[in-house]
């Protein structure tokens, strides 16, 4: 098969949807509420020590996962109304990993300024809406998005400036592809806190599937001056650029928005190596520039990581179809 044929078939592939270290090691862990031993939903956890991403959000089983090399750290949980969890490693060796459960403790004495992570201004009753809506969460369940969504609102009926509660029911309007509602929690998010890079960063990710690329590259540009080392934000920002890309059909033209997609979806891999997404995303930018081998690489790596996901078959007839190509090149 001609490489310019299988080049055109690639690039067509990557349109519809500098190597870095790989980092060994990890800290990961759980975050439960003590009172109920409910997992902590989407809820901010801190890395301090070199090379790890300041801050990401729990899933929906209440874990977290930092990718990390050789030294010290400290990871941290605090939110509104509960005492500060902290905990400290030190990564002596390559095969080093961590696990640490937090349980959240609620803490009725601390005091802190509106709108600040700890926030003893919000009402007890506030932080009982905010909670049934983690708990509603926690379960998973599609049809409990509806129930969070209504705690949340009720959360922040009663106290406008709940940051957390706020960017959570941002975050669950998304989930519900209730793009409208989730715009506006976000945006209100910010009126609270201009730098909460989180609601930054998923405000982006709903411009992005509105196609409003410009406005996704904005609030993503913002969020990443924040907290420069987020991968979610690096990756977010690559596929904005991939989406430029893909509205210019002149290869000249549209080579500068590649350029951009793969230093972010690299600066992404810096974060977090074991990402399926960012790795398609990688591979694809590699085809338009030839580098079909390294491409098959990336695209094994998808498939290593996310062997049943929506982009798996996909990847497996591109190995394939590039395998074949190199092949043919050797023949005499």
């Given at each position: 098969m001609p490489r310019t044929f299988i080049r055109l078939f690639l690039v067509i592939a990557a349109l519809t949807f500098s190597a870095v270290p790989a980092l060994a090691q990890?800290?990961?862990g759980q975050v439960r509420y003590a009172d109920t031993n409910q997992p902590a939903v989407r809820v901010p956890v801190r890395c301090n020590g070199v090379g790890c991403i300041p801050i990401l959000m729990t899933d929906n089983n209440g874990k977290f996962v930092f990718n990390v090399s050789v030294g010290h750290y400290t990871i941290s949980v605090q939110i509104p109304g509960y005492i500060q969890q902290e905990e400290s490693r030190d990564l002596l060796d390559l095969q080093s990993n961590e696990y640490i459960?937090?349980?959240?403790?609620?803490?009725?004495?601390?005091r802190a300024a509106p709108g600040s992570v700890v926030d003893a201004n919000?009402?007890?009753?506030?932080?009982?809406?905010?909670?049934?809506?983690?708990?509603a969460l926690a379960t998973g369940k599609k049809e409990k998005l509806e129930e969070a969504v209504q705690h949340l609102e009720k959360a922040v009926t009663l106290?406008?400036?709940?940051?957390e509660a706020q960017l959570k029911l941002g975050t669950t309007y998304m989930d519900l592809q209730q793009f409208d509602k989730a715009e506006l929690a976000l945006k209100k998010t910010l009126e609270i806190d201009p730098k909460a890079a989180n609601a930054l960063f998923a405000l982006g990710e709903i411009y992005l599937r509105?196609?409003?690329?410009?406005?996704?590259?904005?609030?993503?540009?913002q969020g990443l001056q924040v907290e420069g080392r987020s991968f979610q934000g690096h990756l977010t920002l690559a596929r904005v650029y991939v989406d430029m890309a893909a509205k210019i059909k002149d290869e000249a033209q549209n080579r500068p928005w590649r350029v951009k997609a793969y230093d972010q979806v690299n600066e992404a891999l810096k974060y977090n190596s074991e990402n399926a997404l960012?790795?398609?995303?990688?591979?694809?930018?590699?085809?338009?520039?030839?580098?079909?081998?390294?491409?098959?690489?990336?695209?094994e790596e998808y498939v290593r990581l996310d062997p049943k996901?929506?982009?798996?078959?996909?990847?497996?007839?591109?190995i394939d179809k590039i395998k074949k190509a190199l092949e043919s090149e050797k023949k005499p």
């Open positions: 990890q800290i990961q459960f937090f349980k959240l403790k609620p803490d009725a004495t601390a919000i009402p007890e009753a506030a932080r009982k809406e905010f909670t049934k809506a983690d708990e106290y406008p400036k709940f940051l509105q196609k409003k690329n410009e406005d996704a590259e904005k609030v993503l540009l960012a790795h398609w995303i990688k591979g694809n930018l590699l085809v338009t520039v030839g580098r079909d081998l390294d491409a098959q690489h990336e695209f996901g929506p982009l798996a078959d996909k990847a497996k007839t591109l």
